[in-house]
């Protein structure tokens, strides 16, 4: 899944993971054996060097298993944070948000919606999060990726502009094979499966028997197999912008869902762009929204020919650049001006004017980043080792089906080439456990399309209800704007009591 939790188009999931500050210091080394008790009791203080922090955000370091089946084996270290309810005789418990990605950051996480959640709560929880091993503060992995290999332009398999996947095959062998050289136990044990086990440890860390939780994207997913796993440790649990549960695609099915998604989602960028009201900051991109969808396709393909010079010093805008920062700004409303400045940019016929590029697509993402962002869908499913022709007619196929993702969902990744198999088969959904799980979902998500959040939905049965949002983006809960859905959850997490039926929920 892309974008993480909090529905900005930053880099990726991954981006966000750039914390600054030693309060807890992430590393690759591994911490040496200690008996398991050191998983509690966890030691606050306060929150140093984080980007975002909440009123009153604190800050610790939990220790857990490098191989939960080895508990007194090498351990790794996670950042966990944490934001005290003010009103400790209506205290309900703990609730813990699950980041995105696979990469996103908990503590950015807990950071940005800490003080609206607890307001909206009424300070009933101890909100709780962590950076997920990999991410982070926590313990970290490296492939040793050179700069390029790491630009999401390029890490994410964009076909040539005349749809060969050659260089596909080359870049997803070459970080395959660094991932496996540099990579180490640490990259081994990324994946969905520890991640639930080591939320498991911070839940029996923090004394709870326990706990509630509120999982976007990725973190729905992570929600959806602790939930399945550990039944009776769940108590409300909210699943916000859930993908397709498939076990046997797991991290491929998502993408390949994500042409359906920008397709579902563009129209309302076209909408936004042709409205007269973008014509006073010089935004408006065509006169009427059908124009919009052509003139993009017109200046990505003008791009595949002719890279264009931007602000960055050797990073021009190509074709696949362009694509990608549409589908980093599709997932929220709020960043459309940033992508319509960059198609007037793009598309203005002095040479002299230079696109400026934002992070998402400028730069590197650090090699902790990418390593995560790779190590996690690689390890959780074996993924086919098809052979770089039946590649390159699935891409054929898909870009005629979807131009404005011109073949990416399913193009070949690392995960084709990945050298370790599988340490476990995905955990399949079913509708076995309590009734006590509420769903919310965007109609037009292009990150985890409303198709896959229905199977998600029929996977789980009488055990959830789903709450449908009449509206685009990734990410509802506190990102949307939408009053119906917040309020739907909120009730939710301070009463307990779910919709009767499935919602919708108009725009």
Request: aromatic share 4%; net charge positive.
């Amino acid at each position: 899944m892309t974008p993480d939790e909090t529905s900005t188009p930053r880099r990726t999931r991954a981006l966000a993971l750039s914390l600054a500050g030693a309060a807890l210091v992430a590393g690759t080394v591994l911490v040496p054996a200690v008996p398991a008790a050191a998983e509690s009791p966890l030691t606050w203080e306060p929150c140093e060097g984080l980007p975002v922090v909440a009123a009153g955000q604190e800050c610790a370091r939990l220790s857990v298993p490098l191989d939960h089946g080895d508990p007194g084996g090498e351990r790794l270290t996670l950042a966990v944070s944490r934001v005290r309810g003010d009103r400790p005789a209506e205290r309900r418990g703990t609730l813990l948000l699950i980041p995105g990605g696979p990469g996103g950051s908990g503590l950015r996480m807990l950071g940005q919606k800490g003080d609206a959640l607890r307001a909206r709560l009424g300070g009933a929880y101890d909100l709780v999060s962590f950076d997920p091993r990999g991410v982070g503060r926590s313990s970290t992995a490296s492939c040793g990726l050179s700069d390029d290999d790491r630009h999401l332009a390029h890490l994410r398999s964009w076909p040539a502009p005349d749809g060969d996947v050659t260089e596909n095959v080359a870049r997803s062998l070459r970080v395959a094979e660094s991932c496996a050289r540099d990579g180490g136990p640490v990259l081994r044990s990324l994946s969905t499966a520890n991640e639930v086990r080591d939320i498991d440890a911070l839940r029996r860390a923090l004394g709870e028997r326990k706990l509630s939780a509120w999982g976007v994207s990725y973190g729905a997913y992570v929600g959806a197999v602790y939930a399945q796993r550990y039944p009776r440790n769940t108590d409300r649990w909210v699943l916000d912008s859930s993908g397709d549960p498939d076990p046997a695609r797991v991290g491929r099915g998502w993408l390949a869902n994500m042409g359906r998604g920008v397709d579902e989602r563009f129209p309302d960028f076209a909408a936004w762009a042709a409205d007269p009201a973008r014509e006073a900051r010089g935004l408006r991109l065509a006169a009427r929204p059908e124009e919009v969808r052509p003139r993009f396709l017109a200046l990505a393909e003008r791009l595949d020919r002719a890279p264009r010079e931007t602000t960055t010093p050797g990073v021009p805008l190509t074709g696949n650049r362009l694509r990608q920062a549409l589908q980093n700004a599709l997932t929220n409303t709020a960043s459309f001006p940033r992508l319509a400045r960059l198609l007037k940019e793009a598309g203005d016929p002095d040479p002299a004017v230079r696109p400026v590029l934002t992070d998402d697509v400028a730069g590197a993402m650090p090699d902790a980043d990418a390593a995560v962002t790779v190590g996690v869908v690689c390890n959780d499913v074996r993924w086919p080792r098809a052979s770089a022709a039946a590649y390159g007619r699935a891409v054929a196929a898909d870009r005629a089906r979807h131009p404005l993702t011109a073949g990416l969902p399913v193009n070949v990744t690392p995960c084709a080439y990945w050298k370790d198999t599988p340490a476990e088969r995905p955990t399949r959904i079913t509708d076995q456990g309590p009734s006590n799980i509420l769903m919310i979902q965007n109609l037009r998500d292009p990150a985890t399309p409303y198709a896959g959040a229905l199977k998600m939905r029929a996977a789980l049965g009488d055990r959830a209800r789903l709450v449908s949002v009449d509206r685009g983006g990734h990410g509802v809960y506190l990102g949307n704007g939408n009053a119906c859905g917040d309020r739907a959850v909120t009730d939710f997490l301070r009463t307990g009591t779910r919709p009767a039926a499935d919602v919708r929920c108009a725009d």
